[in-house]
């Protein structure tokens, strides 16, 4: 007999899930069971008997007989012990005997500690992490600075900077380039960095492979982790392998490990040593280098910019050739990365902020709420002796719970929206490391999920008062009394005050995001599809081979199906232009010259891309590389330059260096396009024929009509293939895509505002109803009271309707008054809308008390319908 | 004190009587499946007899260790005074209400 045994596995169970009470006479009983089936039914129904049997028994001790058996409620010995075992059983049963309310707090609670701790994790990792940089606050970006816009470097100012410069300890120069890359599959395009050699040791990175190259190692190449794992398969042998980049072999003495980020030109994927020599023999006005510094140890940030007014001062003497305005400026590292998306983060974070506290305020409500429905227990409980002490200590340890739990499925959204935000970086931190959820971020989630739990365990104490023997006598209504009554309306009225801040501001960021939409762009991006290739190698030194090439590829691409026009330039409208000096012929010798972005393209190039010539004539064909040189410039090119209007025929020299050698005649006026994108301000620009200026890389945009072919993109780069199967392209962009890219942000925050906004008016107008619903309910004597003196029934809703509209409004003026101010804080986001539009606050303010009518209206329905003899005789 | 006994709580009370010396879990489990024709698990009877106990209406005793209960002992049980007053009240109040009804329960 002995030795058969019940399953071992079930017996454990049974061992850990009973109590010691419980356990050995239960474990006996089905052991001897358990022999028994066996000798009748053998082993298999034995098995099955004991499972069966120790589930139903384990069910049977631990949960149906504990409900009976549970002490907590009736054990009021004042001496008592009280386990935590005690106070945690009951805490987390909440969820099973008020699922509602367990749900509601959790799920609201969740929601802002998820939100909030995503927008701390981003906001964090853009103003307060260290930079992933050794020492990163040390380092600053140096710029030229040219009417306030900030531009690169001159080769020949980096180099009278390096060395010379007491404040700034060390100077990198980084030179990106896009390049061809050549290996046995074909060709593509990738992004090269030309360094100097201080860049690796001012950042404090090294190769995780390999090493760096040495002085005098001019054909090194150290590669990004991608390239190595993308293009090289992560293959283990890479050191010392060579590579092939624009025709000139190289060879690979490191790989950056994969969490080196760099600041600039995050997907470069080749760091390769700057030329100097060959940058130096470019002339001083061509701005090519991205330069960073190190601060000295003891340089402050003003000993920089002290140091580079001296400097600018005496560049401006020794080359009488700068813009006047030309100064070099110094700006931390992290203003640079962060800059621009500094209002949208600060936007996103407040209203996180708001989330969080209209949270707080609406499971304020929810508690109060409870504690007037728990009420009557408590006061039988505190009538049989239980302490004050411990009633209390009970329910901080039921908030306490419910707030752990919300607090945990609040990093559990946090961590999915991080993962989502991380998807869209690029358009807001891209050149921050990549967001992550960390420890701090947790512990500041639950702590404060924790305080808020506090605020709602503590608010409803205060108000609601427990007294045994008033609440006893009195009947046992879910109702409250006035305290109770005049707290929840506060709550509510808070709640509608910061959902009409949150409402404003996303209605702000809306109508900006419709705005830009709606914004003229100057040229008709329907259809537009657009590539770029880089025209590598000694085949294409030449004008003639660069213009031969253009032709060809745009005869071919003319004949792809659907294509109806096609054109060609160096640098796209929506990628931008080169920056250059402008100089005027016949301007006075001193005046201050300016400095114009400049494209080259072909001819009827303004035709072509659907813009716009106001005066004078389009660029032509016969614009060649032996007629006098022309030039389209922009409207706001053409009114800033020459204010009387006659720009038309002028005379203009538009390059870097001393003008004088070769003249323009401006010979056409055309109206201004986003040329930069839609959030850009319009820059002056001025473009020439690709015949007359033209340089090795080409942008091929076709327009397509009412058809446009599935393989459009395949079919283009067939096309450039077919003329030289050498070159690579780079991705295929749609006019579309690139225009939305352009309003990413905006939208981004809009979305965010929207759904936080969205939010917060569930939140409050599910408070406001429950307030009213209580309030009704409290007046229902007094309704009855008035029905039977003769009020009318209308009468009756409208007083229900009424206190909605009180309360909404009374909200609503703190709403209206924060907003006021606070819209400020998001203003440089706003495009084309005021930050105090009064179109957004009243359709905010008017939608928020039409949903308080609503929220009001189910109430004031079974107001109205108040049987008076009912209601009087039921008191 | 007039407390009353659910329907589980009397047929355990019966048994516990009717085996007399020799009523502990696994006994009783059989009682109570071959006369009241009830299949319920140990832990439903360990509970029950718990609430009795803690109302004071059976007592306990533990036996020696067996082998054929892996080395535990048996719990015996029997009725208190109490129990039994208990048990006899409500037994009364069930026949009282019966009376005349016999023939017609028979039927059914």
Known sequence: MSTVRPPHLAERLLQSLLDERSRDVVVGDLHEGFHAVHERRGAAAAARWYWSQAIQSVFACRISGRRQADARQFDFEPVARVSARDLLRPAFRQFRDRPLYAAASCGTLALAIGVACASLTIVKSAFIDPLPYRDGHELVSLLTSVDGATSAVSTHVFEELRGNAPPLAQLAGIRPTSATYTNADGTSNILVSGVTSEYFSLLGVSPVQGRLWLPDETSATIVSD??????????????????????????????????????????????????????????????????????????????????LAVFSRQQQDRFPELQRSQTWVARPLRDELVGSARPALMAIAAAALLLLMIVATNLAGLSTAQAVAARHQMAVRAALGATRARLFVEQLVDTFVLSLVGSLAGIWIAYGLITVAARYQQFFLGRIAPFSLDLPTIFAGIATGFL??????????????????????????????????????????????????MLVGAGLLIRTVQHLSQRELGFDPSGLTWLQVNLPGARYRTTEAQLQFERDVLERVRQIPGVTAATASVGFPLWGGTMAGLAIKGAPADSPRGEVAYLSVSPNFVNDIGARIIAGRDLLPTDSLNAPKAVVINETMARRFWPNGDALGAEVYIGPGTPGREWNTVVGIMADMRAHGVT???????????????????????RTGAFRSATLAADLRAAVHAVDPGIAVAAVTTAEQALSAGMARHRLVMIALVVFGGVALVLCISGLYAVIVLNSQQRRREYAIRVALGASRGGVRWLVVRQALVLSVV?????????????????GLLEGVQ????????????????????????????????EPIETLRAE | MAENLGDFEQLVMLAVMRLDEDAYGTSIREELKARAEREVSPGAIFTTLERLESRGLVTSRYGEPTPERGGRSKRFYKLSAEGRRSLARSLRAVRRLMQGLEPKLERS
């Open chain 1, 680 to 702: 850009e301000a319009i820059r002056p620009t001025s473009f020439g024929t690709t015949y007359q200026y033209s340089w090795p890389r080409r942008h091929i945009a076709v």
């Open chain 1, 226 to 307: 991608r390239f190595w794992r993308e293009q090289l398969s992560g293959a283990g042998d890479v050191i010392g392998r060579a590579m092939v980049v624009d025709g000139r072999a190289r060879t690979i003495v490191g790989v950056m490990p994969a969490q080196f980020v760099p600041p600039y030109f995050t997907n470069t994927d080749a760091w390769l040593p700057a030329d100097m020599p060959a940058l130096l023999s470019d002339i001083r006005t061509r701005r090519v280098l991205t330069v960073l510094a190190r601060r000295a140890p003891h340089a402050s940030q003003q000993d920089v910019e002290a140091f």
């Open chain 1, 811 to 827: 909200g609503a003026t703190a709403g209206l008054l924060t907003a006021v101010m606070g819209t400020r804080l998001i203003q």
């Open chain 1, 452 to 501: 808020i739990g506090l605020f709602s365990a503590l608010l409803p104490r205060s108000v609601v008062r427990v007294v045994a023997n008033d609440t006893l006598r009195s009947s046992r209504s879910t109702t409250g009394d006035a305290g109770v009554t005049a707290t929840r309306s506060a709550l509510v009225a808070a709640q509608v005050a910061i959902a009409l801040v």
């Open chain 1, 835 to 866: 930050p105090i539009d009064p179109v957004t606050f009243s359709l905010a303010t008017i939608a928020l008390l039409a949903l308080a009518t609503i929220a009001a209206w189910h109430p004031a329905r079974r107001a109205e319908r108040v």
